[in-house]
């Protein structure tokens, strides 16, 4: 099947073009329009900012897809559209004017690429941000008549570990089961039993602040860019080994909230709010002291990740462990974690770093999986707290 493939969940706009045989793939296109320079003079990402971005950004990008994919062809039909379809467009789109606009502009031009369905993140996410990929593909149904696959983001996540970084053919091999996926980001952190494709239940998430999330606002706190994560994780690296080898003498301790819980559940608030009292008692920072409280920080927050994942992984004899999600990225995370399920006899599968933050090919092969609804179906509607 030939599958398009749309996620517009935070603040990144992705498109993507890919068939799947079998097991077999080929990725055709991908295009990317990040909002993260937007943001970054912002410090996080706001909801209506990134929904206008998407609908600047959706329809060029659709076309450059296309272009990338071989499929874009001028259309040898110059009447355009019937009264009736410009005025179901019209409607569709009434909410997102400027992608109005650039869609009756630039898609009756074109002929039909040869697409057999059309995926579409509809939750979880910023709803401004999900309505716009969600109409996007209806009007692109309707005017094509190619039917549509709603996509659970998350779910996008565990099945983001197939493809290979730089290459254009993939297969979705067999997940040893039962698994534990660790889905970590900016916007969620929580604990999944993945016992095959499509069968997912929640054994564990965060209460209160995402792991990603922590990470950011602490960047925040030691003037650090936005996205955060990156920048602790990099003034971390720096002084990790001298510190462990003794080079750097330790002076901070920071907790491990919930670590010794009975349950799999996650709260990264408090020890967020440990360092904002961390600083405030330090007065000003120098950059020696910025580095360790980012070491130290980090050193938390993935050992309790670490800890949770092996406890979940005990407890429902799981034979692999997934991660999935912006954190998954993490240096630390990935030696740690490898290093715990060795032990234990089993694999850590993590996605290639390009594939870590939100991206469409994800979004295609979960809707691969997938029963295709029409676009009128009521099972296309933004859901931002949608569960597995």
Not at 16 to 30: F, P
Not at 131 to 152: D, E, R, T
Not at 326 to 351: D, Q
């Amino acid at each position: 099947m030939n599958i398009l493939a749309i996620e517009t969940s935070c603040d990144e706009t992705a498109i993507a073009i890919l068939t799947r045989k079998g097991n077999h793939c080929t990725l055709h296109a991908h295009q990317v329009a990040s909002q993260i320079a937007l943001h970054t003079q912002y410090g996080g990402v706001f909801p209506m900012m990134a929904k206008r971005e998407h609908s600047r950004n959706i329809v060029p990008l659709f076309l450059e897809t296309l272009k990338e994919a071989g499929v874009f062809t001028e259309s040898k039909k110059s009447s355009g559209w019937k009264t009736r379809t410009v005025a179901k467009i019209t409607k569709l789109l009434e909410r997102e004017p400027e992608m109005l606009e650039l869609f009756l502009k630039e898609i009756p031009r074109l002929q039909k690429p040869k697409i057999d369905r059309i995926t579409v993140t509809v939750g979880p996410g910023l709803e401004p941000a999900l309505w716009v990929g969600i109409n996007f593909a209806k009007a692109l149904s309707y005017v094509w008549g190619i039917p549509l696959v709603p996509v659970n983001h998350m779910e996008g996540h565990v099945l983001s570990i197939f493809p290979q970084e730089s290459k254009t053919e993939f297969t979705i091999t067999k997940m040893a089961t039962p698994a534990i996926s660790l889905l970590v980001s900016g916007g969620h952190t929580e604990l999944v039993l993945v016992k095959g494709v499509g069968k997912y239940s929640v054994v564990g998430k965060t209460l209160d602040d995402a792991a990603g999330e922590a990470f950011d606002k602490v960047a925040r706190m030691l003037g650090l860019p936005y996205p955060g994560g990156p920048e602790i994780s990099r003034l971390a690296e720096s002084i990790r080994d001298s510190i462990s080898h003794g080079e750097i003498k330790k002076t901070i301790t920071l907790p491990r909230p919930m670590i010794h819980s009975d349950n799999l559940d996650f709260s990264f608030s408090g020890l967020k709010t440990a360092v904002l009292y961390l600083i405030k008692k330090l007065g000003d920072l120098n950059e020696a002291t910025k580095k360790e409280i980012a070491c130290e920080f980090e050193n938390s927050a993935i050992e309790v990740l670490v800890t949770k994942t092996m406890k979940a992984v005990k407890k429902y004899k799981a034979k692999s462990v997934i991660v999935g999600g912006g954190v998954s990225a993490n240096k630390h995370l990935r030696i740690v974690l490898t290093r715990a399920c060795k032990e234990y006899g089993i694999e850590a599968t993590f996605p290639t770093k390009t594939l870590t933050t939100d991206n469409a090919i994800m979004i295609g092969i979960a809707g691969s999986f997938g029963k295709k609804v029409r676009s009128t179906s009521k099972k296309l509607l933004a859901s931002g707290n949608m569960s597995l």
